[in-house]
């Protein structure tokens, strides 16, 4: 069983309206295998654990993806979670003998959810083309929820100008981004799990702080135009980063979700 250091990133896993929809999509997209847990399908790349896919009870649920941080005592994050100023939308709950989950939101309202192993850890494939590799949310509350993150996971944090390669050096096309390292770690991007990106005026006043979850991919060029063959929307087209070529993407049911390929070495 896979280890996960505590606060890191551990699993992901995505709401649709359309369950055999979604595995049809996805299969193409990544090359994902699935098998049936209960109202669920656990996604397989090559054999191993990366996902899951789940139909949606409640149509007012988002169709989204959300990420798990891995936690050796699941009520102690939530007591917290309550005491940095988040909410907890679903207290811990046995997920058989997986483990034990519950659900929280940040101060700016960003989902997230702990996870405490039991039989399952989490991913047992990742930063591998087909499987996640990144995390980050997206808040225009930097200031609420900064202190709220290290308060919770006890991240290490570092801030990096995160402009694409060219961009002008002034205020306005500078990126505002915060890594996290796990807790007693050196802060850094060859430590970090995750992230916090600021959401600019650039977007539309309604796009609520969230949770953007990336993987791993061969060919992001690829990847978007497959995304696009097979109903889904390329949010923000492919460009190069510091850390190799990403772009911003929907299913065809809405969840989105970006994707990374890895610069050549």
Same mark, same amino acid.
């Given at each position: 069983m896979a280890a996960f250091a505590q606060s890191a990133p551990c699993w992901v896993d995505v709401q649709l309206p359309d369950l055999e929809? !979604?595995? %049809?999509?996805y299969g193409e997209l990544f090359g994902w295998t699935f098998r049936p847990d209960g109202p669920r399908a656990d996604a397989l790349s090559g054999g191993r654990l990366v996902a899951a896919l789940a139909a949606k009870k409640d149509g007012r649920m988002p169709t989204a993806w959300g990420v798990?941080?891995? +936690?050796?005592? @699941?009520?102690? =994050?939530? /007591? %917290?979670? &309550? /005491? /940095? #100023? !988040?909410? *907890? @939308? +679903?207290?811990?709950?046995?997920? !058989? &003998?997986?483990g034990v989950l519950a659900q929280a939101a940040d101060p700016a309202g960003a989902v997230f959810g702990l996870w405490q192993a039991g039989e399952r850890a989490g991913f047992r494939k990742q930063n591998e083309p087909g499987s996640f590799c990144w995390t980050e949310v997206h808040t225009r509350s930097k200031e609420r929820v900064d202190p709220f993150y290290e308060e919770v996971f006890g991240f290490r944090c570092a801030d990096v100008d995160d402009s694409p390669p060219g961009a002008p050096d002034t205020d306005e096309h500078r990126v505002d981004f915060r890594t996290w390292s796990p807790p007693g770690t050196e802060p850094g991007p060859d430590t970090a799990v995750g #992230? %916090? =990106? *600021? @959401?600019t005026d650039a977007f539309p006043a309604e796009l609520p702080s969230h949770f953007l979850n990336y993987f791993n991919v061969a060919d992001c060029d690829e990847t978007a135009r497959t995304v696009q063959r097979l109903g889904g929307r390329v949010t923000e087209p492919p460009l190069d980063i510091p850390y190799g070529r990403m772009a911003v993407l929907q299913d065809d049911q809405g969840a989105e979700f970006a994707v990374l390929q890895e610069p050549v070495s």
């Open positions: 929809a !979604g595995k %049809r999509f798990y941080f891995a +936690t050796d005592d @699941i009520k102690a =994050s939530v /007591a %917290r979670v &309550r /005491a /940095a #100023g !988040g909410q *907890v @939308i +679903t207290e811990p709950v046995p997920a !058989g &003998r997986d #992230g %916090r =990106s *600021v @959401i």
